[in-house]
């Protein structure tokens, strides 16, 4: 494969080289050029391949336009047992300190958007 550029070749050269011979050597150049593209993509065909991830997030569903605010009482996993409004936060602490001290199992309370229908 030629490394250097056609012009700085012609420039160094004592004689001009003819229009067939510039013609010629650049043919040669694009054909040295089309074999080592075929190379490359025969070595990279022959190369196994792995398996693709998603990178598409799944679309969600649209959040809805309007959301109240209660307090849930959750367990250790996250299940909501109770809910209970905004205004009653006091009450929903007592509630997940009573479960908890019944049960022996730790509840606590999270805030959580509920839609409005």
């Known amino acids: 494969m030629l490394t250097t550029p056609l012009w700085s070749r012609v420039r160094r050269m004592t004689r001009r080289m003819s229009n067939r011979d510039r013609i010629?050597?650049?043919r040669a150049e694009a054909d040295a050029t089309a074999k080592e593209k075929e190379a490359a993509k025969a070595a990279k065909a022959a190369a196994p391949k792995t398996a693709r991830s998603?990178?598409?997030?799944?679309a969600s569903a649209p959040t809805p336009r309007r959301v109240r605010i209660v307090w849930s009482v959750c367990d250790q996993s996250g299940k909501e047992v109770q809910?209970?409004?905004?205004?009653?936060?006091?009450?929903?602490?007592?509630?997940?300190?009573?479960?908890?001290?019944?049960?022996?199992?730790?509840?606590?309370?999270?805030?959580a958007d509920v839609a409005v229908e």
Not at 89 to 111: I, P, Y
Request: net charge positive.
């Open 83 to 111: 809910q209970f409004p905004y205004a009653q936060e006091e009450q929903a602490r007592a509630e997940a300190a009573q479960r908890t001290a019944s049960s022996g199992r730790t509840h606590f309370v999270k805030q």
């Open 54 to 58: 998603s990178t598409r997030k799944a």
């Open 24 to 26: 010629e050597h650049m």
